[in-house]
Every structure is written in structure tokens, then in C-alpha cells.
């Protein structure tokens, strides 16, 4: 880094110097301990208030409250016929080992007296978003994961209610009250404790684990309720020794990112009861964009060029904060007296970086005059959405 010149100049360069000194001796330091160098130093922020509510048994849930019939009765929502598989299944069938996922066959055989109930998906679209609606009574910040399960951010609530856990109640109460339906709720600090408690006392369940009492919470935790951990994850820890978070905790960073990589840093921050991802609430953009008026008009081509150059760093930029992934760029043009054209292209990959945005819009631009009197408006946005699979998923690890 260069040093500056003149009095403040000085001053940095005086920093430099010595902060130069102590770093010099770090990597000695390094050298002798490499284990604990490379352990991170991490925040653990406790303030924030996260719900993850999960409905219990929610398709078959819904179908025993339209069929007074099937109350109290084991149902399976799902086809009955030899290839097909359970999808959910009412509490009274999970009492008989039915589960979720299960060739309909072998739940059969498990459950003589099993309903088999052909699904009725847009009834459960609809309930869902019913649900939704609850939710946003007392915040904006929803993040659903599934249709039947969702992450809210009740930090700021709308009824500026103190207490998580008080939340968490009303919204039981409304769903139990209005759709007549049950739903169980985890409250904590972050998403990964409050969707283990979620899980606690299904159903009707209602779990809080306080900042305090986290670290207790975890460490008789089972290794396979840790979010991520699927069966081949959890037989990789068996065999490492790991059975419980406090086996976990006492494993090394370096050989947890030895063994799985990036997800190793991850169970090390879960094992110490940390997890900084925020609740992410659903947008159902369609696009992303930018635009600028100037206040002198844009005399020519050179210049467009120029500014579209810069609107591309902002859309860039953009796209990445709302993680939005679309694969169309749209141009518009307005000329001085406020006619306005669009171009618009569909590449054959999103577009998600400065360089190809900026060779789409160039390429568009070909295709518009420039009036001799100049452009008052450029605007630059992407849209038609690319659905992520499993986004979020691909974001943890
Ligand atoms: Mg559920």
C-alpha cells in the first residue's frame, strides 16, 4: 500500500509501520500452533428472536378437518396403488410406524386399517398461504422453507410484543382458532436452534431455548437432529465417534473443515450454538432493475455506453443483494422528449455479472437510435426468474 504524503499522511504511515511490526511476528506464531490459528474467532449474536413454526401432519391434518369421517382415523394422504408412497400421514397412522416418504404397500401392511386419500394439492396451497397470512399479522420478515413450514423474524413484531415465545402462541392460537389446525412452534436466537425446537414436542409443540441454556440444549442433542447431518453424514460421524453435540464440540475446526469441508465449518458453528443466517423473506420478484434520469441529456452513443457501463455495476450489484437469477436484460432508452424504447434479450445463462450484463446491454443498444438531442433516461433490469433449487440449501454449504 503506498504511503500518503502531507501531515495525515504521516500519521498512517506511522501506523503502517508498526502494525508492520506486529504482524511480522504472526507468522512464527503460525507456524508453531496451526491448529489454533486457524480456529475462527466467532460472534455469537443472542439478541434476535426467530420462530420456525411447522404444522403438524399438515396435508392429512387438513383432510381430517374437511372429512369429520376421518377423525380420530389413520389416514394417509397419497395413492393407494402398489408404486405409490405416502405423502403425509395423521398421527394416528405414525402411531402404526407410517411415515412420510413410505411405498404406500408397506404402510399398508403396517396399518391394515390405513385411508388412503388421494391429495388435493391446491386446497393445500391455499391453506399454506391462509397460514401465511397469520403470520404476517406480526411480521413482514417470513421465510417459508416448505408449504407447511416457515422461519419468522419477530425481533421487530408488529404488535411489539417483549417475548418470542408470546408470539409463537398467538400464531398457534389464530391457525388452532381460524383453520382449525395445529401447528407446532420453536423459538430461539437463530434459525437452526428454533427449527430444533420446533421438532422438540411435535405435535401442538411449543419449545423455547433461551441464549442460556443453548449450549446445554446442544450438547445431549443426537449428531442426526443437526440441520444438514442426512443418514450419510450421520454414519460418517458414527464412525469418527461423534453422537451427540457434545461429541461435537470437542472435535477440532481443522479436522471438522478436514472432514466435510465447508459443511465442517458450519457443525462447528452449530455445535457452539451459532448461526448468523438471517430470515429471509420471500419475494416473488419478477425482476431486478436500475435506472438513472440525468440531468443533463446524454449528447451520444459514447456516452450511453459510458453510463451503461456504471448501470451494470449497480444491477450487478443489486442482482447479488436480493440474490435474484434471471436470465432476461431489458434496456430502455428515453429520449429528450420522453419517447422511450425497450430491447429486451434472453441469454441461454443467467446473467449475474457486471461483464455479461454490459455485452448484453451494448449488443441491445445497437438496435436503438440516438437522437441527436440526446437521452434523458437510461434503464437496465433482468428478469425471468431462474428457480434455484434448493437455493438455500446451496448457500448453507
Ligand atoms: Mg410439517
Known sequence: MPYKHGKEGMVHGRMRTSLRHVFSKRPQTLNLCPMIASEPVLLNDTNRKIIHIDMDAFFASIEQRDHPELRGRPVAVGHADSRGVVATASYEARAFGVKSAMPSARARMLCPDLVFIEGRMSVYKAVGEEVRGIFRRYTDLVEPVSIDEAYLDVTQNKLGLELGVEVAKRIKADIRRELHLVASAGVS????????????????????????RARRFIEQLPVKAFWGVGPVTAEKFEKLGVKTGADL??????????????????????????????????????SVGCETTYEVDLPDRAFVLEELGRLAQTLEERLRRSRFVGTTLTLKVRYYNFKTVTRSMTAAVPLTEKAAIMRAAAALLTDVDIPARGVRLLGLSVSSPVQQKDARQGELF
Not at 434459525?191 to 419449545?207: E, H, I, Q, T, Y
Not at 478436514?258 to 448468523?276: E, H, M, P, T
Request: proline letters at 8%.
Open 249 to 286: 464440540l470437542k472435535m477440532p475446526f481443522s479436522e471438522l473443515v478436514a472432514q466435510f469441508g465447508q459443511a465442517g465449518v458450519v457443525y462447528y458453528k452449530f455445535a457452539r450454538g451459532i448461526d448468523d443466517r438471517p430470515v429471509q423473506p420471500a419475494h416473488e420478484r419478477k
Open 189 to 212: 436466537y437463530n434459525k437452526f436452534l428454533a427449527k430444533v425446537a420446533s421438532d422438540w414436542r411435535k405435535p401442538d409443540g411449543l419449545c423455547t431455548i433461551h441464549p442460556l
